[in-house]
């Protein structure tokens, strides 16, 4: 973990109250896809935590949905602006463990970390599929930023107004055979996709959290294996770990 | 040069700020990111005879200046404190730590205690009689003053080494609960913990934390804390470890003036893992503005 100063490169809106925002500044404390950054907001107490979408040397991207004061105000802020942020927290996933045909399961804004994973799993070869689940056409985002990095990408949508009608878990028909999973999602959907793959994989979770770096104990878990803080021992569970 | 020395119930620290039990956990978070001896020491988290998952989330909520917690009391119990944690401690914090110990019964707080009480790494017995988020513990020891002192009375007799009770902002009047304390033998109190509330979530219509409600820490809670630790300071002799919503170096002589002999920071861990080093770094500064050569001078000064 560390402490940095990140400036707000640019924001553009990507789907009905998503919006996708490019940081600046030191970014080496990101080591792995699927890890979350802890942005502090002027007159806000607690920091806000978000997936890294994306990492480049100084550069990260990020994808939020706008679902409340903290967001709201993230989505006003303009370019330029200086925020104090936390980067490299939590686990992210263990790419190493994919397999040649690791599917990659997201839904609404659970996608992003997996664009990261995506990108990081093509480079080393892999084939890669993804299923994007949203709830209808305008909810929808970066499926065509999944395809342009060369990932075979189904997206879902619950009304069926893009792809195929109904749920993540609709689409595993058409995916074929795949090695692994790395799945992010609400809860429900990751309940769901624990129910449906037939492989080992791993699950990123939310939960709200105090710190983000765990010294709270506000974001604690059980799984099979003791207590787990999802801001430091995860996001990422192993699916052989989870307690539902 | 100014002087931030204190002493707090004979043992000395090199300056009086203390991170509060339940927002540096046993400190290796911290000490990932700054040499955390530069505090005067730290309280760490709660402990517990037996091990506690503690409560259901959502845990946290936030609230303007502040938050709500209900962690309830998560640790791995005493035993493993004991021969875990500590030991791995000794390899990043070479001060006397502050141990917090919370309990269900008295027998349970006065065992946890003695067990405790073996290590050479515990300076001080923080025994917290007022966790607003665990039922049928905790805080129903710190709103009674006969319970109050017996808890005291009990945990005296099994440690030589000196015993804060930890009392409850959430009472009609802590210093009736003070005074039964320092009666029943206590060396000192801190206060306060937190105040208990709760946040509903409009789209739900429900609470927003699984426990319905939790405890108030952050910049929100300290004129209540500065009050309460003006009023028992008034009343009792023993040493006074002030805490509530302290995030800044004159919070902290703040806090002192009213009557506190130490002072913990508790919630702005959580948003600035810096703050404790950064308090420790600002102090001399605010010191010297304010025309204060030695730290321990201003004790209860503002009386």
Redesign the interface.
């Known amino acids: 973990?560390k402490?940095v100063t990140l400036q707000i490169v640019s924001q553009t809106r990507v789907a009905r109250d998503v919006y996708r925002m490019i940081l600046a500044g030191d970014t080496t404390a990101v080591t792995a896809a699927g890890q979350f950054i802890n942005i502090?907001l002027d007159g806000?107490?607690?920091?806000r935590p978000i997936s890294v979408c994306d990492w480049e040397p100084e550069e990260l991207t990020i994808i939020y949905k706008v679902v409340g004061k903290g967001t709201a105000q993230m989505a006003a802020l303009p370019d330029g602006t200086e925020l104090s942020v936390?980067t490299g927290l939590g686990n992210g996933y263990d790419l190493g463990k994919s397999g040649s045909r690791p599917l990659l399961i997201g839904g609404g804004v659970g996608v992003p970390p997996l664009y990261l994973a995506a990108k990081l799993l093509q480079n080393e070869g892999k084939t890669v599929t993804a299923v994007l689940g949203f709830n209808t056409a305008e909810d929808v985002f970066y499926a065509d930023e999944f395809r342009a990095l060369g990932v075979r990408t189904l997206v879902t949508t619950a009304d069926g107004s893009v792809g195929t009608r109904g749920f993540v878990t609709d689409a595993l028909a058409d995916v074929g055979d795949y090695s692994y999973v790395f799945t992010c999602g609400p809860e429900p959907m990751l309940k769901a996709v624990y129910g449906a793959v037939n492989t080992d994989g791993q699950f990123s979770f939310e939960?709200?959290?105090?710190?983000g770096?765990?010294?709270?104990?506000?974001?604690?878990?059980?799984t099979k294996y003791g207590?787990k803080r999802i801001c430091?021992d995860g996001p990422v569970l192993y699916k052989e770990e989870i307690v539902w | 040069m100014v002087n931030t020395k204190v002493t707090l119930c004979g043992i000395p620290l090199d300056n009086p700020v203390i991170p509060a039990s339940g927002t540096f956990g046993y400190g290796a978070e911290f000490a990932a990111l700054y040499d955390i001896n530069c505090l005067g020491t730290f309280s760490f988290k709660g402990t517990t005879r037996a091990p506690r998952f503690g409560n259901p989330t959502p845990r946290i909520a936030e609230c303007t200046d502040g938050m709500l917690n209900s962690v309830g009391l998560q640790n791995p119990g005493v035993e493993a404190v004991l021969a875990d944690i500590l030991p791995q401690m000794a390899t990043y914090f070479r001060k006397p730590v502050m141990a917090n110990v919370s309990g269900f019964s008295v027998g349970e707080y006065a065992e946890t205690c003695a067990m405790l009480d073996a290590s050479p790494q515990i300076g001080w017995l923080e025994v917290n009689i007022s966790c607003p988020n665990v039922h049928g513990g905790g805080m129903s020891f710190g709103t009674d003053p006969a319970m109050a002192a017996e808890v005291t009375r009990r945990v005296k007799a099994v440690t030589t080494k000196p015993v804060l009770m930890k009392l409850s902002p959430n009472v009609t009047n802590i210093v009736e609960i003070a005074k039964a304390c320092e009666d029943a033998g206590a060396d000192g109190l801190s206060l306060i913990n937190t105040i208990q509330g709760m946040r509903i979530d409009l789209r739900r219509r429900k609470p927003v934390l699984a426990n319905t409600f939790g405890g108030l820490s952050g910049p929100a809670i300290l004129p209540v804390a500065l009050r309460m630790v003006y009023q028992v300071y008034e009343a009792v002799k023993i040493p006074i470890v002030g805490m509530g919503g302290v995030s800044t170096a004159e919070d902290v002589v703040e806090m002192m003036l009213a009557g506190a002999a130490a002072v913990q920071i508790g919630a702005v861990n959580l948003v600035n893992p810096f703050a404790g080093r950064d308090i420790v770094n600002d102090l001399p500064a605010v010191m010297e503005k304010y025309g204060i050569q030695n730290l321990s001078d201003c004790i209860g000064g503002a009386h």
């Open positions: 973990m402490e502090k806000l107490y607690l920091r936390l939960e709200r959290m105090g710190c770096f765990g010294a709270c104990m506000g974001c604690t878990c059980k207590n430091t």
